[in-house]
């Protein structure tokens, strides 16, 4: 099923107004809402008493209409009665205060207490809905992923987890390199959580995996709750897209689909948006929900710009291009209290059917529900894939709160240049089956694994092309660095040696390729020696002048390619066509503002082309072709609107 829907909050309005609210939505073509994720105090107003009348009002109104739901589990923000109750709940923050209440997600997520009040309220709404047909799914929660929290329970359940892992101190000493500055442990009970602005970085990454860990056990008990209760209705949570704190993969496993939460907010981060699509395709290599797509305006430090007719569109269709089956937008209508009281809906504070949202609203659901057929069972096939890996992005903490580098932004670099090709892109592990995919890339790749090296040698020796960033098998799974010559455990697949490198935080540097097009170096220089690897560009500048910054090598029936440091963009646009040459879509050619993606039904194509500018923009196709959207049969030179889009078969 393909669906339109809204967040709804009916208990944000007077009762009266819920009829008037599905008939509008009705009307704009709304067939799913998302409802509850933060109405704990109005489902249970008192400890142990608990009020569905007004929910199963607003529903049954909903249902007169023929929308479905999707119910959430309240426990993104709990009431004001169980903190006063049990003021241990309330999570300690780094600095040691208490958080205090007024905000929400103000939950410790390994206090039992909380366990159990969150267990019984979850309980009691599937067992009083477990027989609705109207409720299709669930959303556990809202957004895990903070407040880290630092009490005492979390830190015994802290040293718990490191027992568990480590079995012995001696053995959790010398991992973490606990020599350093005598940090050794000679008790468990010692172990502190890291309260420290530079902690250790072994003992960092193991309070990043725990944290993670604990979400996803909160996360698990739900979703178990859940199934036994209402086995036939589907569990899902909204991600946050490159979302750094959690480990996406793990969470998302245990899911029946992942959904997340869209807010591009300006047209600058296109290329950002749509690797968080893929990111989030990639967790469970299927087709998601966006459960919030932004329809204009936000309230964030600031409030941003309002979308200008057309954009609530085409990010639409932006989600259906990268894999979304639905598409919900937040929220249904403007709040006029509440700390996002400067945030659009669909409708705006007035409630009118005037607003530019629901106009558009209403046109994308006709459309969508049009095409829906074309769509369902559509996926996105990619012959290239990104690694994407939640230790190697913690790894590249050095400090708690600040990453050295820009994660996803590397992955951008590769991203962006293939993008522009046409060319669909997959986000994989390092330890997924590479086998059907023509290149992968792996950029800020800190810590490779027996596993991962294992992985990446037999992919290249079959025929793979893999593409490494600067910095790979630098450090081992402890976030210690390795003591052997980089690029460690993998330096015979790409010929080289690094023995020098340097940071170009503050300054930048020429590079030539082998063409003499000459190009910036950036962000960090590693200096590579080649030792059977063939030179595609070399450092043009004072002492790096002897190095390689780039070179390729040829290994079994592969290559493998070592990108030694960031470069400007043409660099990675070259590199990617030579690469994927024959893969890019040969009948369409588009200017650069224009997006391209595919989706596959066999062997029928369904391609997206999205215009992400204001201005009309001029697409040659050399072979005939129908647009879904308007039906009409296209060929040669056409042009599609200012934030306009087209769906070609
Ligand atoms: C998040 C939350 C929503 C809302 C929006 C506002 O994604 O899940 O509850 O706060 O942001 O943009
Ligand atoms: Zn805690």
């Known amino acids: ?237 909204n991600f946050m897209g490159l979302f750094p704190h959690l480990n996406y993969y793990d969470l998302a496993k245990n899911y029946d689909f992942v959904s997340w939460d869209n807010y591009p907010q300006n047209l600058e981060n296109r290329f950002r948006v749509a690797l968080s699509h893929d990111v989030m395709r990639g967790l469970k290599k299927k087709n998601f929900w966006v459960m919030e797509q932004q329809c204009s305006y936000l309230t964030r430090q600031d409030i941003t710009p309002t979308f200008s007719p057309g954009q609530m569109r085409l990010w639409t269709y932006h989600s259906f291009a990268h894999g979304a089956e639905a598409v919900v937008y937040f929220r249904w209508r403007a709040c006029t209290f509440g700390i996002e009281q400067f945030h659009s809906g669909i409708l705006q504070h007035d409630g009118t059917d005037r607003s530019i949202s629901y106009k558009e609203a ?57 993008k522009r090709l046409g060319i669909n892109v997959d986000v994989v592990r390092p330890v997924d089956d590479l086998s059907k995919y023509r290149a992968v890339i792996a950029p800020l790749m800190y810590i490779v694994t027996e596993e991962a090296a294992t992985n990446i040698r037999r992919y290249v020796e079959k025929g793979g092309t893999f593409i490494a960033g600067f910095r790979f098998g630098m450090k081992d799974e402890n976030s210690n660095m390795v003591k052997t010559v980089l690029p460690g455990k993998l330096r015979d697949l790409f010929g080289i040696a690094i023995y020098a490198w340097d940071n170009l935080r503050e300054r930048s540097v020429e590079v030539k390729d082998k063409e003499g097009e000459s190009y910036q170096a950036d962000t960090f220089a590693d200096l590579i020696t080649p030792e059977g690897a063939e030179i595609i560009a070399k450092y043009n500048s004072s002492w790096y002048s002897p190095y390689a910054a780039a070179t390729v090598r040829s290994f079994g029936k592969g290559k493998a390619y070592y990108i030694g440091c960031g470069l400007s963009q043409g660099f990675y646009d070259k590199l990617m066509r030579k690469v994927l040459k024959g893969l890019e879509v040969e009948e369409i050619r588009c200017p650069d503002e224009v997006e391209i993606a595919i989706r596959q039904k066999e062997d029928k194509k369904l391609i997206f082309l999205m215009n992400f500018s204001d201005k009309s923009s001029e697409v040659s196709l050399s072979r005939e072709y129908v647009d879904l959207i308007t039906e009409k049969k296209l060929s040669g030179k056409v042009e599609v609107d200012p934030f306009g889009v087209m769906l070609l078969i």
């Open 362 to 418: 209403t046109r994308i659901s006709s459309e969508i529900h049009r095409i829906a057929s074309q769509l369902e069972g559509s996926r996105l096939i990619s012959p290239v894939a990104i690694i994407y890996d939640y230790d190697n992005i913690w790894a590249n903490y050095a400090y708690q709160e600040k990453p050295m580098y820009d994660y996803p932004g590397e992955a951008l670099r590769f991203y962006r240049a293939i």
């Open 1 to 237: 099923m393909v669906y339109i829907g809204a967040d709804y909050y009916p208990e944000h309005w007077e009762r009266q107004r819920w009829s008037v609210d599905a008939e509008l939505m009705q009307r704009a073509g709304i067939d799913v809402v998302r409802l509850a994720e933060f109405a704990w105090s109005k489902l249970e107003p008192e400890d142990g008493r608990y009020e569905f009348s007004w929910l199963d009002e607003a529903m049954s109104i909903l249902d007169r209409k023929g929308i479905k739901v999707v119910l959430c589990t309240p426990t993104a923000s709990p009431p004001a009665w169980l903190i006063q109750k049990h003021p241990d709940i309330l999570p300690i923050l780094r600095d040691g205060n208490r958080m205090s209440f007024g905000a929400r997600r103000h939950y410790c997520i390994t206090n039992k207490t909380y366990h159990y009040y969150s267990e019984r309220i979850i309980r009691k709404l599937a067992e009083h809905y477990k027989n609705s047909s109207q409720v299709i799914g669930w959303q556990v929660d809202n957004e895990f992923g903070g407040p880290k929290c630092y009490c005492e329970g979390c830190r015994r359940e802290f040293q718990r987890w490191l027992k568990s892992k480590y079995k012995s101190l001696d053995n959790l000493n010398r991992s973490w390199g606990n020599a350093f500055w005598s940090h050794d442990y000679t008790s468990w009970e010692q172990i502190p959580l890291p309260i420290v602005p530079s902690p250790n970085p072994a003992f960092d990454l193991d309070f990043r995996r725990f944290f993670s860990d604990m979400n996803l056990a909160y996360s698990n008990m739900q979703i178990r709750l859940l199934k036994s209760i209402t086995p036939d209705k589907f569990v899902t949570h």
